[in-house]
Structures are given as structure tokens and as C-alpha cells.
């Protein structure tokens, strides 16, 4: 399958101290194709994400060790990787080897999407995973030649997507989205680490007006 000229332009993404799951292989949690499933997998995604209008892209800062690096997937960890497939009618294998891995925000995201019908498109402000140097099981904030490159990439992705609006999960998120845009409203809420969780699930409830049986959540 010929990779959607978008993946292509994020699979060229190089910096150091950052991983690219759609070019980068683990040398010990990958299989030997890894990127490519990954990268053909965000490239059906997109595809069908395009055929008509999203209500929104849930936008996050970076990729995680324990998510996105593995999965190549926005938000989303192994044990969800094929709930987010599903919802583009897909079907995946995990590109890793051993045991699945979990990531806490994966898993409060994914406790409120589990329960949103509207077609919502995951992504980061930076779609690759930044580390430390010399220690690629870390997590960093990406840096502000890091931040230009993924902003470039998020307004290619909304003029592509037409979403009505971008949910913006954390402070960085809604900045980055406030400038590459102003056409589209950004609606910020918080980030569920650091004690965000409680908030955040507030919030999502209030604006995807889910039943209440989700407050047993917190």
C-alpha cells in the first residue's frame, strides 16, 4: 500500500534524542517491520479520517515511551490499539514483541472515547517521541525547533481533516493549536497527568454530554 503523502512528510521527521515509530525500529521491543506497519496503519487512518468531516482532532504534546512510540497510534497504548483501529473500521497486529504495555493517559483517554460515537481523529503536537539522551525509555518535553516542525505538520493535518473543532488536552496543546489556526475553535481542557484526571473527566463529560454512570470513574 502507497503511504498517504502525509505520513510520508511525518515519517521524514529527524531529531535527535526523539523517536520516529513510522521510520525507527526498537531494537528490543520492535518486530523487524515495525515502522512500516505502524506507518501503514496511520496512513489508512488518515485516509479514511479524510473521506468526510471529523467533529474533532483530540490533540496531545508528544508520543510516549509507553504509548505512541510502540503503537505509533496518538494516545493510545497496546492495550487499546485495537479500539482505536476498530473505530476506522481497521483491523492491526501490535508491531511489538512481549508482554502489552499500558500507559496511564492512554487509559483515561480512552475511558471517555470508548464512550464518544462523533468521529474523532488522536494526534500530537509533536508526533514523535522525545527522549533523553542516551535513555530512550524516557519521556521529555519536545523543544521549540521540535514544536515548529509538529505545528507545521497539525495545520496540515486540519486543513486535511476539515475538523469543526480541535480539542486541545493540556496547556502546550492548546497553544500550539491556537497558532497554527484561527479558523477552527480550540477548546482546551486539562491534561489528565500531574492530578488532571478529575478535571479532565469533567470536562469530556460536559462537552460529549456522556451519561453519568462515567463519574464512577473519579
Known sequence: MKLHPFVVDVSGLRFSNAF??????????????????????????????????????????????????????????????????KRWNLEVERPTLGVVVAERTAAVIWSILD?????????NVFPLHPHEVGEPFTNRQHN???????????????????PRRILAIGNDAANAAK??????????????????????LRQMIELYEIAPRTRSLF
Request: charged letters at 25%; aromatic letters at 6%.
Open 20 to 85: 520516529n515509530p513510522y521510520t525507527d525500529r526498537c531494537p528490543i521491543h520492535d518486530r523487524i517491520d515495525a515502522p512500516i506497519r505502524r506507518a501503514k496503519v496511520l496512513s489508512a487512518m488518515v485516509r479514511r479520517a479524510a473521506e468526510v468531516p471529523i467533529d474533532a482532532i483530540w490533540v496531545g504534546r508528544d508520543l510516549g515511551y509507553r504509548g505512541g512510540r510502540r503503537t505509533g497510534m496518538a494516545l493510545t497504548d497496546d492495550v487499546h490499539m485495537g479500539r482505536h483501529a
Open 144 to 162: 521549540s525547533l521540535e514544536r515548529a516542525a509538529g505545528e507545521a505538520i497539525l495545520a496540515m493535518l486540519v486543513g486535511l481533516l476539515r
Open 115 to 123: 464512550q464518544v460515537d462523533a468521529r474523532v481523529f488522536l494526534w
Open 179 to 200: 497558532r497554527i489556526t484561527d479558523s477552527v475553535p480550540v477548546v482546551c481542557v486539562r491534561h489528565p497527568s500531574y492530578g488532571g484526571q478529575a478535571q479532565f
